[in-house]
């Protein structure tokens, strides 16, 4: 069995290193949250370029990835 917790004396929290440890990491998460979310964004916008269509027809297109697979795929 636990013993109970000690009422604080009045005008002064409890603060634990549990609680202190997880509000800074709390803070560090969103603080690279931030630094990073701006950045994806304008990059995806930027990666994405609409393409022609194909001559022959269909949607395939042997794009640089496409081509980046098949050479990964090579015995």
Do not use: N
Not at 44 to 66: I, M, T
């Amino acid at each position: 069995m636990r013993k109970p917790l000690s009422e604080p004396t009045e005008g002064r929290t409890r603060l634990s290193r549990r609680t202190l440890f997880a509000g800074a990491s709390t803070v560090g998460a969103l603080a690279a949250a931030a630094v990073l979310i701006p950045r994806a964004t304008t990059e995806e916008a930027a990666a994405v370029a609409p393409r022609p269509k194909p001559e022959k027809g269909g949607c395939y297109s042997l794009s640089d990835h496409v081509k980046q697979y098949y050479k990964t795929t090579l015995i």
